[in-house]
Structures are given as structure tokens and as C-alpha cells.
């Protein structure tokens, strides 16, 4: 078996050619935009021991909204007018 030849690292394979890119190279073109319609979270190493999977983490984060949303309530607003006593 023949051993494959090592490439340098700034090298294009031979059914590439420069002139086929039209614009200059870019490493990381599209991450921000990646980045922003991605759904993954990461989580703090610490945080992510204590779930054993994401199904976990869904569960423990819709019990928290749904404390929140029990426990929370509108409070009146004040008119701006002072009390007075009679």
C-alpha cells in the first residue's frame, strides 16, 4: 500500500485551482452568521456535570419557567397622586 504524500498546510488539492475563487480566501467567513442562527448553548463545565443529557436540561429549565410564571404577578401601578387622610 502506498503511503499518501503530506501536503503543506497552504496548499489546494489538485481539482482546485485558485482562479476557480473568485474573491479572496477567508478563514471563518460564515460564523457570525452561524453563530447567530444556531440554537447551541454552551453550558459551564460545572453546570453541564450535574445533567446527565440535554432532555435534563430542557426538563429542569421548564419547570423553572413555569415557577416563574406561577410566582410572578402584576403589581398596580401608582397613579402619581399623593394619599390623602381624612
Request: cysteine-free; charged content about 35%.
Amino acid at each position: 500500500m502506498k503511503k499518501d504524500r503530506k501536503t503543506e498546510k497552504n496548499e489546494l488539492r489538485p481539482e482546485y485551482e485558485r482562479s476557480d475563487f473568485t474573491g479572496p480566501l477567508v478563514r471563518g467567513k460564515y460564523a457570525k452568521r452561524l453563530r447567530k442562527s444556531s440554537n447551541v448553548v454552551v453550558l459551564k463545565p460545572e453546570i453541564a456535570a450535574v445533567f446527565p443529557n440535554g432532555e435534563a436540561v430542557n426538563t429542569a429549565l421548564n419547570s423553572l419557567i413555569k415557577l416563574v410564571q406561577t410566582t410572578t404577578r402584576l403589581t398596580r401601578r401608582s397613579s402619581g397622586r399623593a394619599t390623602t387622610r381624612r
